[in-house]
């Protein structure tokens, strides 16, 4: 029902409010905030427009807040258009995004947050410079064959 809905809301922004005893709940307030950034930036146009926070930058960014570092690169030789997102506290992840619409709707290919999928041959996609590329950003040998693909 409707009033179950918002005592589970209620009850699940109490639990993480950083302040408890004050008016604002700054989790909340953050959360919201990722997402009006994430519509705002990564909305994705076209055909079937995408609100930013359903794409897979958007999830990314309200999941994990903005990256550390981001590597962006446009279409060069057969590589699409592709950004690598970099975040050195936590977990380190990492998560590369490719464009292969051409048209601004950068989904993940590859990461290594074992929550999430990634695509098979996303190597191939973007090729042997773009994958030396991205290793060296990273500071990592994705191209040996132990790297998780």
């Not at 995408?50 to 999830?59: E, I, N, P």
């Not at 973007?126 to 998780?148: K, M």
């Amino acid at each position: 029902s409707t009033d179950a809905k918002r005592r589970f809301l209620t009850d699940f922004w109490r639990k993480r409010d950083p302040t408890p005893g004050t008016v604002r709940n700054e989790r909340r307030e953050q959360f919201y905030a990722g997402i009006d950034y994430a519509n705002t930036t990564f909305r994705e146009g076209g055909r079937n427009p995408v609100s930013g926070w359903r794409s897979d930058r958007g999830r990314i960014f309200i999941k994990n807040g903005a990256p550390d570092q981001v590597l962006r690169r446009e279409r060069e030789g057969r590589a699409p258009p592709y950004e690598v997102w970099s975040y050195a506290k936590g977990k380190g992840y990492y998560y590369i995004f490719a464009d292969r619409s051409g048209f601004g709707a950068y989904s993940l290919i590859h990461s290594n947050d074992l929550k999430e999928t990634g695509l098979p041959g996303w190597t191939e996609l973007l090729g042997g410079p773009a994958v030396d590329d991205i290793s060296r950003f990273l500071g990592l040998d994705l191209t040996s064959s132990t790297a998780r693909f």
